[in-house]
Structure formats: structure tokens, C-alpha cells
């Protein structure tokens, strides 16, 4: 069963942007914080960003100034502006959505984001 749904990766030059959306399903209520990793071949999955629901964010160092996370509630839907991308970004994106330590953490299937030099 899908529970997010990630799209907006794709082909950038270096210095490039892209928007990266992650849709969860509807069904899914008490969501506290939603956020980004990614995960490049032979390197463990790492943080990028995360918003909670008032709105506090966490960048990692190697993204700051140059990503930016946000969510629509309405739409039950975060997003990833990445801006002055690098070779570097190049990974498997990946969006999660959390209710809490108590809770099993949702995850999306991911979407490729390649930038090249």
C-alpha cells in the first residue's frame, strides 16, 4: 500500500533547481513532522530536511541556504525547493511522515535526482 507518493525529481545542470513534491494519503491523520532524505548508492540514508508541525525546521549542514522545506496541510503534502544544486545532491529522495516514537514512520518510494556536472 502507497502512503506518500514522491514526484518532481529529475536531470539538473549544476547550479540548477528543482521542486520536489511528497503527497500523503488523505487517511493519514496525526502526521507531526514530514521530511526529506535521501540516500546515494553505497552511502546509508541521510536526513535533509524535516518540518513539525509548527512550523520548526532541520536542515543538514551540506543543504542549508539552499533548500527549503515546506508544507501545504491542507493538501496533507511537503515540499523540497532545492536551489543552487550540486554534483554532490545526486541521490534517491525519499519523503517520510511522522506521528510520533510510538508509531511506525511512513515512507515513500522515492524519486531520482540527478544533477551533473
Known amino acids: 500500500q502507497v502512503q506518500l507518493v514522491e514526484s518532481g525529481g529529475g536531470l539538473v545542470q549544476a547550479g540548477g533547481s528543482l521542486r520536489l513534491s511528497c503527497a500523503a494519503s488523505r487517511s493519514i491523520f496525526g502526521i507531526n513532522a514530514m521530511g526529506w532524505y535521501r540516500q546515494a548508492p553505497g552511502k546509508q540514508r541521510e536526513l535533509v530536511a524535516t518540518?513539525?508541525?509548527?512550523?520548526?525546521?532541520i536542515y543538514a549542514d551540506s543543504v542549508k541556504g539552499r533548500f527549503t522545506i515546506s508544507r501545504d496541510y491542507g493538501k496533507n503534502t511537503v515540499y523540497l525547493q532545492m536551489n543552487s544544486l550540486k554534483p554532490e545532491d545526486t541521490a534517491v529522495y525519499y519523503c517520510?511522515?511522522?506521528?510520533?516514537?510510538?508509531?511506525?514512520?511512513?515512507w515513500g518510494q522515492g524519486t531520482q535526482v540527478t544533477v551533473s556536472s
Open positions: 518540518i513539525f508541525s509548527r512550523g520548526t525546521t
Open positions: 517520510n511522515a511522522d506521528r510520533g516514537s510510538s508509531y511506525p514512520v511512513y
